[in-house]
């Protein structure tokens, strides 16, 4: 087994190599490709190359060309594998590590023919089959007509491009004005905000509107006979109107709707006020992509017949395609509740209504679609996107779980359901050992300064000065993400003045249990580096106060650890709120400190073993107040000095 | 309490009721209403409020005692916050969002009352929370902003921004569902509008809130816009710029143009001025972050060329020299280097017996992380110092730490419940310890015994050195034997066990010829770090790099444009467990996250011609290949 492989590189959206195996020099291999572990494709090891042929790699069909999806073609780097399926498994013949190209699409198309006045073509984006490409007609750089590539074709079908269904045709006929014969008809489509030009096509003379005989006049010219024994027998128009309908449906189930556009525009020429023929007509228009007709006729129909449903949905249909968000709005809304269009009127309009901002009456759609049908995964993904506009993750969570049960394999939808559920489960807050340890709610600004009287600052939290006539500065600062993904949680800076300063964190009741059994804390604080400053972390429960730590700050970021631990008559007091951790500012002095967070439960320690000694030295340096700073570069009695407070 | 209990006879399908509150005590309308309880988690009910757009409510109370409602019912009440810019009259509907139906009562026709004018500095008064998440319609954040997306866009995170010590703050706005075609954040000026034919020139600072694609832009324009109740009209275009990731100082000229005679204005300068706002548009981008706009522009430089964009690219391409040639690179054309905070003649000074610290965060992987601590303990000398911090391990790993560093003062434990990723452990770490040097070491390592002696010896023999890190089998351009496999992948170096690393390290003892090359990026796995990198450039960047994946490199470089050397101890060895610590398809959503951050952050940075400087490393090759050679001999 001795298999070659290269990887030559990435081109027009296809990884490109060869693979070759010396041992079995007539075997073609077959391939798979992995991109970042995840099988992306097999391939056979077959075409030909002369470049192989020459540099004698067997008999030069080896190469190969596997097309990439378009998420790893983002512009970042790779890892591909490229392995050998065989009968043992995989085999892995070649890694390498490849910085993608940035593609955003994989447009293919062509422009084939102008013929009986239409234009026609294909176009595709390889890198989203399911969806319809938008192209437009270029003439003399400007765009001058614009449809929707969705048409089906059977020999696209059998080429593979796609499902079949991304023909398009303009009707040069209805262009005003007509662009002169000879011009270069230029079709292209757009992805985004990218133009791709499929090509173009002369505008062939014959094509003229007015060099072609009437259709619709060798049509009736065709059936003299039929026509002037009706004019005998029954009152001409509503026979010929009869007739022309079913030809014209008939025309229409075969798909033919250039013969139904035809028969239809004879009819409309005799009773150009029958509602039947509008709207036939309309309807035709529509499935031949041709929205200027059929929003012309579909009006006319309405207007004849003013609040009927069938033309009310085609136009409602036709500005929902335009993206005409306000009048798809007006004309959904005549879609009564017992018509059969009753569940795609909800559906669309609370699309539309989302896209108009209208977010209410967008979940009351959707939410109604899902009466008629609880396992409707459109009005569940739909209420889903309007509660989250709305900014109602709780609901918008219960909308989503109901879509997810309905459509299981939907990856992107399980992703987004597990980042609501992030979003709405509640973090421990309830029971973190302090009533507010975020301070993303503060019921007075955000920066101001506090006399002797205490300032609230958010419900729970308060500050002082504490020496009268001199004021205490604070501001809101330094947000971080505790967990990545969290909010953010806010610092306070502070401007301490001579005589100190006081801030207040109330103790959480709810947080009883933890506390008294003990919870290490930390708290995050720094001094500004002019001055150093000593911060006392105080318990007061009441009336009384007991020191917890007292600190010296520095001027890098620094945690000090101190152990929170509750008598059983502080946990009384606890219950009505009445204890709370202080934190006192020596000043004067600037600093930042962050709301003390925990970090583990005092009780999830073992009991140290004895350490005569360590503790010792550790009691002989606290009692010489030594702070941490001096002892820095006194090698192991620092570490001592600096570890937990905790025993 | 009395107002609750209101005679009101709700329909027999109502999914809940709503009515206004009127209390002597409380000036304005306070509304109150019920909603039947969802089957699941809290029950939101959606308030359309006149003036002031949509805003949800959580209903979470308990009906009191004699209010008639349903037994499994809900209650709920707002009130405006009283700075909300409200009409004397406004109709509120309300509607339950689990079946999207308009709550019995509603709409509800509410009074504000005007309360006293409280001046808020800019951006200083924030009654709906300084962080949260709000869906894409147009909403009131503070006073003086409001913000709003493409209605396409499923919902925006927003935070407020306050630098330490500042007096200005911004906001942060984060698509959920990133990039949306349109975010925007009205401001309110904090000067008076320019009266006719006079001009203001102010400055704004723009950036994007997140890396989506590399080297990335966005479209950003400043509009002048008029408030409209609880909507906004755009006026006229001030100005267009391209934002980054980095921060923009944008400048605008907001001029109001002379009244032609006989011609009504545009409403500009002749209307009220309170309703001109500045509307910071960003297109097709992640979101935004903008500061509140200020007259006072960022402080001149003086000027080494008469062109300023001359002196720009002049300034970036000394930093790519500073960052791809040699560090302390002092050539009289290139600016001179910031003045270390302290300098390195102290720290050499210092440094005999330097006193160092190892961080080493560990989340889960249990045996690796005991081998870990058993040879660091074997390796302990007096001048070490060892912090394990526990990311919020599983209990096995938790019980294993704790009965390995009991009672051992050589391990410090600081073990945390919740788990919060990579660069915050590491920073954290930072700021638990003091010494002048740290380690920092990845847990699924074994160290011989000399090798910190050996990581300082590197940093003495070339002065000006910030970071060190020794070889390893697994650590990219530091691996020995192989640094590549030759299909181009890394090399892991397989034949050498864990068991090996002291025999590996005499080894090397041997082949090394101690030359001590210095390098433009260290792999992460063990570095040596001086105390004075961090306290020059910072710690490392966790918003950048939440979960690791690029903190390194970033410290490296950034480390770099200081001036600070970061050299290859290339007589030291650590064994390197390549361990998974995440899923593959998670690694590569965070390896890109990560990577795409990096080459926003550092725009200059070619990663390329870096690896191909570690690469073409002449002392490294030949122990290479004198290592490939007795590594033969192992067992």
Not at chain 1, 406 to 417: F, G, K, M
Request: glycine fraction near 8%; hydrophobic fraction near 40%; proline fraction near 7%.
């Amino acid at each position: 087994m001795s298999g070659t492989a290269r990887i030559d590189g990435v081109f027009d959206g296809a990884l490109v190599g060869w693979a070759w195996d010396t041992a079995r020099q007539t075997t073609r291999l077959h391939l798979v490709v992995q991109v970042d572990n995840i099988e992306i494709g097999e391939v056979i090891a077959d075409r030909f190359r002369s470049d192989l042929q020459r540099n004698r790699i067997g008999d030069g069909a080896h190469g190969f060309s596997c097309p990439l999806p378009i998420d790893v073609q983002d512009g970042g780097l790779h890892d591909i594998v490229l392995a050998e399926a065989s009968d043992f498994g995989l085999r892995t013949l070649i890694t390498a590590r490849l910085e993608m190209p940035l593609r955003t699409h994989l447009v293919q198309g062509k422009v084939e023919r102008v013929s009986q006045g239409m234009l026609h073509g294909w176009a595709w984006d390889r890198a989203r089959p399911g969806q319809a490409l938008t192209v437009e007609m270029v003439v003399a750089g400007e765009a001058i007509a614009r449809t929707s590539a969705s048409r089906f074709r059977r020999d696209l079908l059998t080429a593979g491009i796609g499902s079949g269904a991304h023909g398009f045709v303009f009707d040069l006929n209805v262009l005003s004005p007509s662009p002169m014969p000879g011009t270069p008809l230029g079709v292209r489509a757009l992805v985004g905000s990218d133009c791709i030009d499929l090509g173009n096509l002369p505008l062939p003379a014959v094509s003229s509107p007015a060099a072609l005989p009437d259709p619709a006049a060798v049509l009736l010219a065709a059936q003299p006979f039929a026509a002037a024994k009706s004019s005998r027998s029954a009152p001409r128009a509503i026979f010929d109107a009869a007739k022309i309908k079913t030809e014209a449906r008939e025309a229409e189930q075969r798909r033919d709707f250039a013969q139904a556009a035809t028969i239809l525009d004879a009819g409309l020429r005799r009773a150009p006020n029958e509602f039947d023929l509008l709207f036939l007509r309309a309807r035709v228009a529509l499935a031949m992509n041709d929205t200027e007709t059929a929003t012309r006729h579909a009006r006319a129909a309405l207007k004849i017949r003013p609040g009927h449903v069938q033309p009310t949905v085609l136009l409602a249909r036709l500005a929902s395609n335009r993206g005409d968000h306000a009048e798809a709005v007006e004309h959904w809304a005549h879609v009564p509740s017992d018509h059969e269009r009753y569940r795609e009127r909800l559906v669309k309009r609370g699309r539309s209504l989302l896209a108009l901002g209208r977010l209410l009456e967008a979940l009351g759609e959707f939410c109604g679609a899902t009466r008629l049908n609880p396992a409707d995964r459109d009005a569940a993904l739909g209420a889903t996107d309007a509660a989250e506009a709305i900014g109602a993750p709780h609901t918008a969570r219960r909308h989503l779980a109901r879509y997810v049960a309905a459509a299981p394999t939907d990856e992107a939808a399980a992703l987004r359901l597990q980042d609501l559920i992030q979003r709405t489960t509640v973090t421990p807050e309830a029971t973190t050992p302090l009533r507010d340890p975020w301070l993303r709610h503060w019921t007075s600004h955000i920066v101001g300064e506090a006399e002797v009287e205490p300032r609230r600052i958010t419900p729970w939290v308060s500050l002082r000065s504490l020496r009268l006539g001199e004021r205490l500065s604070f501001a809101a600062a330094a947000p971080r993400e505790w967990r990545p993904g969290d909010l953010p949680s806010y610092g306070l800076w502070l401007s301490v003045p001579e005589g100190g300063g006081e801030l207040r964190f109330v103790l959480n009741p709810a947080a009883g249990t933890d506390l008294c059994r003990g919870v290490v804390m930390g708290i995050t604080a720094q001094a500004s580096a002019e001055q150093q400053c000593i911060l006392r972390v105080v318990l007061a429960s009441g009336d009384d106060e007991r020191d917890l730590t007292t600190v010296r700050l520095t001027a890098s970021l620094r945690i000090y650890r101190y152990a929170l631990h509750l008598t059983a008559a502080e946990a009384e007091l606890l219950a009505f709120e009445q204890c709370a951790l202080l934190l006192r500012a020596a000043g004067p002095g600037e600093l930042m400190v962050y709301p003390p967070q925990p970090i583990c439960a005092l009780s999830s320690r073992p009991v140290r073993r004895a350490r005569m000694e360590a503790a010792a030295v550790e009691d002989g340096l606290r009692a010489l107040g030594l702070g941490s700073d001096r002892a820095r570069h006194t090698g192991p009695e620092q570490a001592l000095a600096s570890a937990d407070a905790v025993r | 309490m009395s107002a609750l209990v209101q005679a009101s006879i709700w329909r027999a399908e109502a999914v809940g009721g709503i009515w206004a509150n009127e209390d002597e005590n409380l000036p304005g309308t306070t509304v109150l209403g019920w909603v039947l309880a969802a089957a699941t988690g809290p029950t939101e009910v959606g308030l359309d409020i006149q003036g002031l757009g949509v805003q949800t409510v959580v209903a979470d109370r308990e009906p009191p005692a004699g209010v008639d409602v349903p037994p499994d019912a809900r209650m709920f009440s707002w009130r405006p916050p009283p700075e909300a810019s409200l009409p004397t009259e406004y109709a509120l509907r309300a509607f339950d969002l689990d079946s999207g139906r308009e709550l019995d009562g509603s709409p509800v026709l509410c009074r504000a009352v005007r309360g006293p004018v409280i001046t808020a500095p800019p951006l200083g008064r924030w009654p709906h929370g300084l962080a949260g998440v709000i869906g894409s319609a147009d909403r009131e954040l503070t006073p003086d902003l409001w913000v709003g997306t493409a209605s396409s866009a499923r919902a925006l995170r927003f935070e407020a921004l306050a630098p330490v010590g500042g007096q200005r703050r911004g906001v942060r706005l984060l698509a959920l569902a990133p990039p949306v075609p349109r975010v925007v954040a009205y401001l309110a000026p904090t000067f008076t509008a320019p009266a006719a034919g006079e001009r203001v020139t102010f400055f704004l600072d723009v950036w994007l809130p997140q890396a989506t694609g590399p080297n990335q832009q966005a479209q950003c324009e400043i509009w002048l816009a008029r408030r409209d109740g609880g909507s906004f009209v755009l006026l006229r275009r001030l100005r267009r710029a391209r934002i980054f990731r980095r921060p923009s100082t944008l400048q605008v000229e907001w001029a109001t143009p002379e009244p032609e005679p006989g011609q009504e204005t545009a409403g500009e300068a002749d209307a009220d001025k309170d309703s001109h706002w500045l509307a910071v548009v960003v297109r097709d981008g992640p979101g935004l972050c903008v500061m509140a706009p200020t007259l006072d522009g960022p402080p001149e430089q003086p000027a080494r060329m008469e062109d300023s964009r001359l002196e720009a690219s002049f300034a970036a391409l000394a930093e790519l020299v500073r960052l791809h040639g040699t560090a302390t690179e002092q050539h009289p054309l290139l600016p001179p280097l910031p003045a270390p905070a302290r300098p390195w003649a102290q720290v050499q000074a210092d440094y005999t017996h330097p006193f160092t610290e190892i961080i080493l965060p560990v989340y889960n992987g249990n045996t690796s992380v005991r081998d870990c601590l058993r040879s660091l303990r074997a390796a302990a000398t007096d001048h070490v110092r060892v912090l394990v911090i526990d990311d919020g391990s599983r209990s096995l790993t938790a019980e294993m730490l704790r009965a390995e560093t009991d009672g051992d003062p050589f391990f410090r434990l600081h073990h945390r419940v919740t788990n919060r990723g990579y660069t915050k452990s590491i920073n954290e770490g930072l700021a638990l310890t003091t010494a002048d040097w740290v380690v920092v070491l990845n847990s699924d390592t074994i160290v011989p015994p000399g090798w910190l002696e050996r990581l300082h010896t590197a940093v003495r023999a070339r002065p000006g050195t910030g970071m060190a890190g020794p070889l390893s089998n697994a650590a990219t351009w530091q691996s020995i034997p192989a640094a590549k496999r030759p299909d181009g992948t890394w090399s892991t170096n397989d034949m050498i066990e864990p068991r090996h690393a002291t025999s590996v390290q005499a080894l090397l003892t041997e082949a090394s010829e101690r030359a001590y090359p210095e390098f433009p990026a260290l792999n992460g796995f063990c570095t040596l770090i001086a105390r004075a990198v961090f306290d020059e450039v910072g710690p490392y960047d966790e918003d950048a790099f939440p979960m690791g994946y690029g903190e390194e490199t970033d410290l490296c470089l950034r480390a770099r444009r200081a001036g600070f050397r970061l050299t290859v101890a290339d007589d030291a060895f650590v064994f390197h467990e390549k361990s998974v610590s995440f899923g593959s398809a998670n690694r590569r959503r965070l390896t890109r996250a990560g990577n795409l951050e990096l080459s926003n952050k550092h725009l200059g940075a070619n990663i390329g011609a870096l690896e191909a400087a570690m690469a073409a490393c002449e002392p490294m090759q030949r122990l290479r290949l004198r290592m490939a050679e007795r590594l033969r001999e192992l067992d």
